[in-house]
């Protein structure tokens, strides 16, 4: 049902109708002016507001592109710059697939198996079995860990890489629970042996909980690196994209070149084709990895250089919006990544995310 509008002079009878007058007309006129006056909030549920009640949160999930390798700030932080009052959320890990990135996101579930088939009351308990080493990856030793559920059990879920003996991963009850409104109870230490049945789901509550926010999803460099199939990265943005909330609020970033897939490469090609691809699918959605123009280029206060010039030529991301490491031919800098982040700006502003 539409809102009712207040009455303007010289508009019809029938153009609009106030709050006051609906009540009137419906058999409420026996209800003082006082009554209706201190009932704000009783209209405001009759007659509902235009008040945006969306959850405010940009959730940012990718690779270390997300995080701002060889920049000083992730992605989210530079996009947070145009959005005051808005929270975001950066889920990022350096080397990652697609799929395990979808993983993080909510997209494709998570399923494992635990040694001994129960948990061991609160201590941690390995895990023999899982469907994608999803807090993995092969560029560092850091330790990653998630919270979620398995068996009905508030639990984490952690990566450790130790050396010598390699990567493990425990699941581990939460003992005390630091909110008292969830569903899922600590484990109590009067039942020890929850049963995990092989194959289990574990339902991660970052996932869960930002299935509402608006999400932007830089999925498929690392798998175009090391040549995996792109329907594979083409699968885990659509399983993505699936589990958000309606009504969906997103965006699907592009793959950017690295900076030796220059135009006239079998690389840039097959960059391209794909990003061809994403666009047709997601239109609106999608943020292009393509070169910066002049314009982008002056609202962040950069002139570029001869080489750069050369560079936007080839297809690709100047020299100078590149990690200061000459050995990485992947990751920006601060330039590199303000582009990044206006082009998602714009488009939040644009699709009113």
Same mark, same amino acid.
């Given at each position: 049902?539409?809102?009712?509008?207040?009455?303007?002079?010289?508009?019809?009878?029938? *153009?609009?109708?106030?709050?006051?007058?609906?009540?009137?007309?419906?058999?409420?006129?026996?209800?003082?002016?006082?009554?209706?006056?201190?009932?704000?909030?009783?209209l405001?549920?009759?007659?509902?507001?235009?008040?945006?009640?969306?959850?405010?949160?940009?959730?940012?999930?990718?690779?270390?592109?997300?995080?701002?390798?060889?920049?000083?700030r992730?992605?989210?932080?530079?996009?947070?710059?145009?959005f005051?009052?808005?929270?975001?959320?950066?889920?990022?890990?350096?080397?990652?697939?697609?799929?395990?990135?979808?993983?993080?996101?909510?997209?494709?579930p998570?399923?494992?198996?635990? *040694?001994g088939?129960?948990?061991?009351?609160?201590?941690?308990?390995?895990?023999?079995?899982?469907?994608?080493?999803?807090?993995?990856?092969?560029?560092?030793?850091?330790?990653?860990?998630?919270?979620?559920?398995l068996?009905?059990?508030?639990?984490?879920?952690?990566?450790k890489?130790?050396?010598?003996?390699?990567e493990?991963?425990?699941?581990?009850?939460?003992?005390?629970?630091?909110?008292?409104?969830?569903?899922?109870?600590?484990?109590?230490?009067?039942?020890?042996?929850?049963?995990?049945?092989?194959?289990?789901?574990?339902?991660?509550?970052?996932?869960?909980?930002?299935?509402?926010?608006?999400?932007?999803?830089?999925?498929?460099?690392?798998?175009?690196?090391?040549?995996q199939?792109?329907?594979?990265?083409?699968?885990?943005?659509?399983?993505?994209? *699936?589990?958000?909330?309606?009504?969906?609020?997103?965006?699907?970033?592009?793959?950017?070149?690295?900076?030796?897939?220059?135009?006239?490469?079998?690389?840039?090609?097959?960059?391209?084709?794909?990003?061809?691809?994403?666009a047709?699918?997601?239109?609106d959605?999608?943020?292009?990895?393509?070169?910066?123009?002049?314009?982008?280029?002056? *609202?962040?206060?950069?002139?570029p250089?001869?080489?750069?010039?050369?560079?936007?030529?080839?297809?690709?991301?100047?020299?100078?919006?590149?990690a200061?490491?000459?050995?990485?031919?992947?990751?920006?800098?601060?330039?590199?990544?303000?582009?990044?982040?206006?082009?998602?700006?714009?488009?939040?502003?644009?699709?009113?995310?």
């Amino acid at each position: 049902m539409k809102p009712f509008q207040h009455t303007n002079p010289g508009r019809s009878a029938q *153009a609009g109708m106030s709050r006051r007058r609906f009540f009137r007309q419906t058999g409420a006129a026996a209800l003082s002016t006082i009554f209706l006056t201190s009932c704000d909030n009783l209209l405001d549920k009759i007659v509902p507001s235009k008040k945006d009640d969306r959850d405010k949160t940009l959730a940012f999930f990718g690779d270390s592109l997300t995080i701002g390798t060889g920049g000083t700030r992730s992605l989210g932080d530079w996009v947070g710059d145009a959005f005051s009052g808005r929270p975001t959320f950066t889920d990022g890990i350096n080397g990652q697939i697609a799929l395990s990135i979808a993983i993080r996101q909510g997209g494709v579930p998570l399923t494992l198996s635990v *040694a001994g088939g129960k948990f061991d009351g609160t201590n941690p308990v390995a895990v023999t079995k899982l469907n994608n080493e999803f807090l993995s990856t092969p560029l560092n030793s850091n330790v990653y860990s998630k919270t979620g559920t398995l068996a009905g059990v508030k639990c984490t879920i952690t990566r450790k890489a130790l050396p010598d003996v390699g990567e493990r991963y425990t699941v581990q009850p939460v003992t005390k629970a630091a909110e008292t409104d969830t569903a899922n109870k600590p484990l109590s230490e009067t039942q020890p042996d929850i049963p995990v049945p092989d194959d289990s789901v574990f339902e991660l509550e970052d996932a869960v909980r930002l299935r509402t926010a608006t999400q932007i999803l830089w999925y498929g460099r690392n798998d175009m690196t090391w040549g995996q199939p792109t329907d594979n990265i083409l699968s885990a943005i659509k399983s993505s994209v *699936a589990y958000i909330a309606e009504p969906r609020r997103y965006l699907v970033l592009g793959i950017l070149p690295a900076s030796t897939e220059n135009k006239g490469t079998e690389r840039y090609a097959k960059v391209t084709a794909f990003n061809d691809d994403l666009a047709m699918l997601y239109r609106d959605s999608y943020v292009p990895m393509t070169p910066p123009t002049d314009s982008e280029m002056n *609202a962040i206060g950069f002139t570029p250089s001869t080489e750069d010039l050369e560079d936007i030529e080839k297809g690709n991301f100047p020299r100078r919006m590149r990690a200061a490491n000459n050995t990485d031919e992947i990751h920006l800098n601060n330039f590199g990544y303000q582009i990044v982040a206006n082009r998602v700006v714009r488009k939040i502003k644009d699709l009113k995310y």
